[in-house]
């Protein structure tokens, strides 16, 4: 027994020193590596403890196996073995996805001018990772599942009817997988990116986070809006960075019809030469308007971004109502009200020398009825070519209207 046990360490000592040789091996080259190149130390601080513990694993298992492989419970806990290493074989592999997934990140950063590429590759990225760490983690699960031999019988019994459950499956995960698919969707089809402006749902924001089954919006306020992936391919939405992120605002002023306006167009050039918020690519001053007492005056400037183009709009709306409150406030809005004193008007003083006329009354002139002298300019009218009834009779004939003849029965 004493052999046998002093077997057992010298090959677990063979084993653990071939594992730890390994690993410094590699620690060395990667610690040389890092002189020159920066991602190097990434990977090791990713990688270092899974790495160390499955090469002493396996160096503990290889060892093992080669002293104790006549007992009896050797497969039991060969087995053991194997699940431990499966589990750290899987966290080996979820760090050398990090990794990867970082370095592609820190290649592409986000604080660039334009950066479209770059939101659109770590949209893709975030998506890729969680897709890798999801498919390693249930191979990993499947994977220590057969390694029992029940297991592998029900496996294979399951397999033979894969359509079925795979039918009762889609049913019941039938808004999951949807929201799963209209995420892969998204991200592929570059429809949405990290970091893009949208408006959803009436709100204002930006995406800051995109998963599988749904999307957070970080709202202007600091509010999070967390709507399902299926929203953004079942619902119309403002994507206001989807080809750049410059944007035009408009600023309206509703000012009296006594603003100068080429006055304000040279201020507004002053305004928009003082400030960094305006980008130089479009600015213009337009008269929508003219109704209603007043002048509807709008002003059009650009910026690069949302944020930014708020922030112009604000400060063009301030600086413009100063310039009319200090340098044209006959400019200011202002209602009209003629008021009338009818005493006033009956106290004023008459001239002297002049006969007063006589008042006013209704006068028939130009009517066709209601005295003599109305009936004959009737008369004359109708009887000197003027209109005629052509109503007609049977025979196409238009009668003429006598109004001097009396009126039969």
């Not at 694993?57 to 419970?73: I, R």
């Not at 213009?284 to 308007?289: A, F």
């Not at 509807?296 to 922030?311: E, F, N, S």
């Amino acid at each position: 027994m004493l052999d046998n046990w002093l077997e057992f360490g010298i090959a677990i000592g063979f084993g653990v020193g071939a594992a730890v040789l390994v690993a410094l091996v590699v620690h060395l080259a990667l610690r040389i590596a890092s002189r020159r190149l920066a991602w190097p130390q990434v990977l090791v601080t990713e990688a270092r403890r899974p790495f160390w513990t499955l090469l002493i694993l396996l160096g503990v298992w290889a060892g093992a196996n080669t002293s104790l492989d006549a007992y009896d419970w050797w497969p039991t806990v060969a087995q053991a073995f194997t699940i431990v290493a499966i589990a750290t074989l899987a966290w080996l592999l979820l760090g050398l996805v990090e990794f990867v997934t970082d370095l592609a990140l820190g290649y592409n950063p986000l604080d660039g001018p334009d950066n479209i590429l770059a939101r659109r590759l770590r949209t893709q990225t975030l998506i890729i990772r969680r897709l890798a760490a999801v498919l390693i983690v249930v191979l990993a699960f499947g994977a220590a599942l057969f390694t029992f031999d029940a297991v592998r019988a029900l496996g294979a019994s399951i397999l033979a009817s894969a359509g079925i459950i795979s039918l009762v499956a889609g049913f019941a995960a039938q808004s999951a997988l949807a929201n799963m698919f209209a995420g892969i969707q998204l991200v592929f089809s570059n429809a949405l990116r990290m970091d893009d402006v949208i408006v959803a749902e009436g709100e204002w924001g930006r995406v800051e986070e995109i998963t599988l089954s749904y999307v957070v919006l970080q709202l202007w306020d600091d509010r999070r809006l967390v709507l399902p992936s299926t929203y953004f391919t079942s619902t119309p939405y403002q994507n206001w960075t989807r080809d750049g992120s410059e944007l035009l605002g408009a600023v309206e002023l509703d000012l009296d019809w006594r603003v100068s306006l080429q006055r304000m167009r040279e201020h507004l050039k002053e305004v928009l030469a003082e400030t960094s918020l305006y980008d130089g690519r479009t600015s213009v001053l337009q008269v929508t308007d003219a109704t209603k007492g007043h002048v509807h005056v709008r002003i059009l400037a650009t910026a690069k971004d949302a944020p930014t183009l708020w922030d112009l709009r604000c400060y063009l709306r301030e600086a413009m109502v100063l310039w009319v409150q200090n340098e044209m406030p006959d400019a200011a809005p202002a209602q009209r009200i003629l008021m009338a004193d009818p005493s006033a008007a009956a106290e004023r003083p008459k001239p002297r020398g002049k006969r007063t006329p006589p008042p006013e009354h209704a006068s028939d002139e130009g009517l066709f009825t209601g005295s003599i002298q109305a009936v004959e300019r009737a008369s004359l009218f109708m009887h000197g070519g003027g209109p005629r009834d052509v109503s007609g009779d049977d025979d196409g004939v238009a009668d003429t209207l006598d109004l001097d003849s009396p009126i039969r029965d």
